[in-house]
């Protein structure tokens, strides 16, 4: 079993940034691949940023390559994203995942087993 728990949400305007953070508690962090997702109202949940247990690989989505870094820090179980140059349509609940199954990290969210409540980014203009 996996805990997640995602902090650091808030309003930010156009162009600014937020660090979210998600702890994670149960197996422990450095075992499993982790996932940042994004829902805005009326659309699907998509893919953010995701990073190998080691922190050796990562990938991102197209819409925030080169504003948004995600990082781990597996002796303090947590998971980080910092988003910069923030943008309107950034605005959603992110959500972080754990995807505990072998193979490298995918933007597939039904490999991701164990999510998060959320938390809440608006980005005004």
Same mark, same amino acid.
């Given at each position: 079993?996996?805990?997640?728990?995602?902090?650091?949400?808030?309003?930010?305007?156009?162009?600014?940034?937020?660090?979210?953070?998600?702890?994670?508690?149960?197996? +422990?962090?450095?075992?499993?691949?982790?996932?940042?997702?994004?829902?805005?109202?009326?659309?699907?949940?998509?893919?953010?940023?995701?990073?190998?247990?080691?922190?050796?690989?990562?990938?991102?989505?197209?819409?925030?390559?080169?504003?948004? +870094?995600?990082?781990?820090?597996?002796?303090?179980?947590?998971?980080?994203?910092?988003?910069?140059?923030?943008?309107?349509?950034?605005?959603?609940?992110?959500?972080?995942?754990?995807?505990? +199954?072998?193979?490298?990290? +995918?933007?597939?969210?039904?490999?991701?087993?164990?999510?998060?409540?959320?938390?809440?980014?608006?980005?005004?203009?």
């Amino acid at each position: 079993q996996v805990q997640l728990v995602e902090s650091g949400g808030g309003l930010v305007q156009a162009g600014g940034s937020l660090r979210l953070s998600c702890a994670a508690s149960g197996r +422990t962090v450095s075992s499993y691949k982790t996932g940042w997702f994004r829902q805005a109202p009326g659309k699907e949940r998509e893919f953010v940023a995701g990073i190998s247990w080691s922190g050796g690989s990562t990938r991102y989505a197209d819409s925030v390559k080169g504003r948004f +870094t995600i990082s781990r820090d597996n002796a303090k179980d947590s998971v980080y994203l910092q988003m910069n140059s923030l943008k309107p349509e950034d605005t959603a609940v992110y959500y972080c995942a754990a995807d505990v +199954t072998v193979g490298v990290v +995918t933007p597939n969210l039904g490999r991701y087993a164990y999510w998060g409540q959320g938390t809440q980014v608006t980005v005004s203009s």
